[in-house]
């Protein structure tokens, strides 16, 4: 459906990459002023040059949508807006936290999207280390809201849409209040866990890095493959003993998750009694994504450090052990030893944190 530009409260986004681009492009759409943010000087001109961004394909709305100003100053960017969506990979959540804590104001709020896994505990103390003392409130979404592409810069193509994410406040008692200020502004986001939800139902911290380490000899020997649709029962085998993991921290935590294999066929058109059979069969959603020609791949670089490596943490912290989640994080640090330390117990400052206090922590600040 294409929608004119009826300009609203301003709202910022950081980082002009695939998905800030697609959500400047649907805010504006939606009638919000938008204002961007991203390092790269030859992004933001030309989207000044351009003034919005052109969204197409599988989004409720299509169409141009006006950005206010785009800028590689984040004071600019940040000064006036009372929610700021943080788009960007979680390997940047640090370093960004850092560059926003000297422009954060009372009653801003910043929102991780997606947030991997306590990507809302790494920037709340990211900020106290900076001596950022601003009362905001900051959340995380568990995923995405678009499955999407810049074709160019200023031009981006959804090839789908969720209708529904899980997102939590940190601590989890201000939902209803980022509820009420999502309500009309994007609906999708259920602000109805806490960041514990969310970060388990990071199901990227199951499916890339495992699978990832055992396509290895197809990696370095630079193979043609299909990420999904060559997956094997061995790699399905491997990912159900995370995922078992995945639903004991779940349990631990007090709560009820649902299973990788049934979150797919609940999420896809597929069918199966494992992995390996709902990954194979899920056909439409999969067919044509390539497999990695590096093992210098997102998929272990950032889903290890700032997913594996938080609910490892998470594990700790409640007691639960997780043996086959810490072997990924093993073997793959030993093949990539520049990999980032990333979310560890020492690094989240939840050392002699008990499973209580970290609840207590999350849910009630």
Known sequence: MERSIIMGKPMAIIGAGNGGQAFAGYLSLHGRTVKIFDVVQNTVDKLTKLGGVVLEGHSDVTGFGKIELASTDIGKVMEGCEIILVVLPSIYHKDMAKKMAPHLK???????????????VEFKNTLKECGCTADIIIAGTSTLLFACRAIEVGRVEVSGQKA???????????NDLVAEKFADILPQFNFRDDILRVSLDNLNAMMHPAPTLLYTAKIEHEEDFQYYLDFTPSQGALVEALDAERMALGKAYGLELRTLVDEYKNTYETSGNNMYEV???????YTGIKGQKTMRTRYLMEDIPYSLVALQTMGQVAGVPTPCISAVITVARAIIPEMDEGRTRKNLGLEGVDKEAFEAMCREG
């Not at 801003?108 to 990507?119: E, F, K, M, T, Y």
């Not at 529904?164 to 201000?174: H, I, R």
């Open 279 to 285: 990954i194979t069969n899920a056909i439409s959603a």
């Open 106 to 120: 009372d009653g801003q709020i910043v929102v991780l999207n997606p947030n991997a896994s306590l990507g809302p």
């Open 164 to 174: 529904s994410l899980s997102a939590a406040a940190y601590p989890s008692k201000y």
